[in-house]
């Protein structure tokens, strides 16, 4: 069965990085695009960044474009997310999503900005 398990979240000052990752598993992934999304409670869910799985075309929101980095890394099948110059606004749950011959979703896990 696929799975997508992310881990690396946690609670980092404003200006701070984090290091998000995903491991995928349960199906050939070669097909897909591996990416992320955030959500805060009220809102919908919203695109961060996403990359084929080549690594070669990579996609993000305006509002992470230059502070956020997605990467690949093929032989581990894990996804990652850089985040530098962390803000208060980017202060979500953060999912990894395959998508694909199908769409799947990690778990989540919670990125706390702090002032």
Do not use: H
């Not at 990416?35 to 929101?61: D, H, L």
């Not at 956020?68 to 962390?86: E, G, R």
């Not at 803000?87 to 999912?95: I, L």
């Amino acid at each position: 069965q696929v799975q997508l398990v992310e881990s690396g979240g946690g609670l980092v000052q404003a200006g701070g990085s984090l290091r998000l990752s995903c491991a995928a598993s349960g199906r050939s992934f070669s097909t897909f695009a591996l990416g992320w999304f955030r959500q805060v409670p009220g809102k919908e869910r919203e695109f961060v960044a996403a990359i084929s799985w080549s690594g070669r075309i990579a996609n993000y929101a305006d509002s992470v474009k230059g502070r956020f980095t997605i990467s690949i890394d093929n032989a581990k099948n894990t996804v990652y997310l850089q985040m530098n110059s962390l803000r208060r606004e980017d202060t979500a749950v953060y999912y990894c999503s395959a998508i694909g011959e199908g769409k799947y979703w990690g778990q989540g896990t919670q990125v706390t900005v702090s002032s």
